[in-house]
């Protein structure tokens, strides 16, 4: 039986919108395909097992802004192994605000820029009061992925290698089309949904970036349910 081993990061920081989804998602189509799935769980002061060990998918979901800037100063320790991970084709879901992570700084509501990982050029700005509510679709190599933004920020600037082209609903920001990134096998997001659930193609393409022998098992009903969200989301 393969083993197949998943790395939820700061989960009690990181556990808005129903992202935990994602995991338990990705658990259930691996036990059906006959694979032994190990989930770890790396709280915030305890080192990333990516770090030393096998993770075969990294899971980053959002959090809270206060939360936000605690686990970009704890992340600032590992920035060269997440380099490594991204260069080396180590797979990377974040979603959400963790999305902002990877950019350059982020500037909260009274104009104070906060330092983050700076893997890419773009920077965040909050917003002072009201959150950003959209149901969207966008296009990756072919797959329409649809998902939810619940944000109280958009990114700017200059944006090198985006994940997705909206075809319905903002990207980074409502002056953009372009949405995310991706880079290697890093995909960060603004959308939750979760993600993974609403777009079982999406999952089965992550798992074979993994093993190019997996074999999707669907489940009931998983087809029909995404593309008819995608038609009422297009029509």
């Known amino acids: 039986m393969k083993k197949f081993v998943i790395e939820v990061l700061y989960p009690e920081y990181n556990n808005l919108f129903g992202d935990r989804g994602n995991c338990e998602y990705l658990k259930k189509k691996l036990s059906l395909a006959g694979y032994e799935t190990e989930v770890i769980e790396t709280s915030l002061f305890d080192e990333p097992a990516f770090i030393k060990g096998q993770v075969d998918i990294l899971l980053i979901s959002p959090c809270q802004e206060k939360h936000q800037l ?6 600032k320790n590992y920035r060269d192994a997440i380099n490594s991970r991204i260069e080396n084709g180590g797979v990377i879901l974040a979603t959400g605000n963790a999305f902002e ?4 700084y982020i500037e909260d509501a009274k104009g104070e820029k906060h330092d983050c990982l700076k893997f890419f050029p773009y920077y965040a700005k909050q917003f002072s009061r009201l959150r950003y509510n959209d149901c969207s679709v966008g296009k990756f190599e072919g797959m329409e992925i649809t998902g939810f933004k619940n944000l109280l920020s958009h990114s700017y600037g200059e944006n090198p ?3 997705l ?3 319905k609903g903002c990207g980074m920001n409502k002056e953009t089309n372009l949405e995310g990134v991706h880079k290697n096998n890093l995909f960060a997001t603004y959308h939750t949904g979760p ?3 609403l777009n079982p193609k999406f999952t089965e393409y992550l798992i074979k970036l993994v093993d190019a022998d997996y074999k999707d098992v669907p489940l009931e009903f998983e087809g029909k349910a995404y593309e008819k969200r995608i ?3 297009t029509k």
């Open 70 to 75: 605690i686990e970009i100063e704890r992340l």
């Open 101 to 104: 992570l990877f950019g350059d």
């Open 161 to 163: 290698c985006p994940f």
């Open 165 to 167: 082209k909206m075809k």
């Open 195 to 197: 993600i993974l659930p």
């Open 231 to 233: 038609k009422e989301l």
